[in-house]
């Protein structure tokens, strides 16, 4: 089976990224939404990432069975021959949908990572499906992860260590459970080591749903945060000691809530679009009136 980095996707589907601790008891929005998304398919659960899958597993089959899915099978990893297993490669190819519960996303990588499974988990995402993950399920996603860090505290520059992730989305890094936890530190630490990827922060109960690899929307009752480095002018990170405190200056950052769309090409909000528009028109309409407008000279609005 060829590897799925020597692929090229010709469509993408769409990534459902939760903040953790999502509701799972009153509107349940975020649960809702998965479930829309996969509709009459099959939805697989795997619990890779839990020091308990068989419980986490039948929480998440009433669920969603609640939900109104027909389809809802497990899919557990105790070992690596476990994602090699024909087995559970049958359970991934007719497949919907892919929940990864939280946990340990270490788990989640030193098990399946370069599997037949993680291949499996590719070609459905690049077929159009959904993938979806909660917590350490979120983190997972990323090309590069984020795997142990102190919260709630200024960040020092040694003390953030990370890990290839599954790759299903480049150039931004996730953190969830992100103001509960005070994780703004250390998600500044990893934009810091490298200012080309978004730094992604997501509350609890709140979810980035993303479309094609280019924008997601928030879904939930948090905020969602995303840090941008590339116009950082100082970072001390590779100059000082491990146990400094981290200097940045001029790092942009955007706070999102439900409804809001980031356009992750543009690094831009799409309603911050949809506004520079407003503002350029507002500035057109400050041009006096003349008598006779079919004489003005064109603009640019």
């Given amino acids: ?168 989305i480049r150039d931004v890094v996730i953190d969830q459970h992100f103001a509960e936890r005070g994780r703004m530190g250390r998600l500044l630490g990893a934009v810091a080591q490298n200012p080309r990827v978004l730094g992604i922060g997501l509350d609890e109960d709140t979810a980035i749903v993303v479309e094609e690899l280019c924008y997601f929307t928030v879904l939930g009752e948090g905020a969602v945060y995303v840090v941008d480095g590339s116009c950082i002018t100082h970072s001390n990170i590779a100059e000082e000691a491990e146990d400094h405190i981290l200097s940045l200056y001029d790092v942009k950052l955007h706070v999102l809530s439900e409804g809001d769309t980031f356009d992750l090409k543009e690094r831009r909000p799409l309603n911050a679009h949809q506004q520079d528009a407003g503002t350029n028109l507002e500035n057109s309409a400050t041009i006096p009136e003349i008598e006779n407008p079919q004489e003005t000279p064109a603009t640019d609005g």
């Avoid at 953790?20 to 929005?29: I, L, N, Q, S, V």
């Fill in 1 to 168: 089976m060829p590897s799925h980095k020597q692929r090229k996707a010709d469509k993408v589907g769409t990534l459902i990224i939760i903040g953790g601790h999502e509701d799972r008891e009153g509107k349940r929005e975020i649960l809702k939404e998965v479930a829309g998304r996969v509709g009459k398919g099959k939805l697989v659960v795997t619990t890779v990432a839990s020091e308990e899958p068989e419980e986490s597993f039948e929480d998440y089959r009433k669920i969603f069975q609640d939900l109104g899915l027909k389809g809802v099978t497990h899919l557990n990893v105790n070992q690596r021959a476990d994602a090699d297993s024909e087995e559970n490669g049958k359970l991934l190819q007719d497949a919907r949908g892919l929940f990864f519960t939280g946990g340990d996303q270490l788990r989640i990588t030193s098990l399946i990572g370069e599997t037949h499974m993680e291949t499996h988990i590719h070609n459905l995402f690049e077929s159009g499906g959904v993938i979806c993950g909660t917590s350490a399920g979120a983190s997972v996603m990323c090309e590069t992860m984020m795997i142990e860090s102190e919260g709630g505290e200024s960040h020092r520059i040694g003390r953030l260590r990370m890990a290839p992730g599954l790759g299903l």
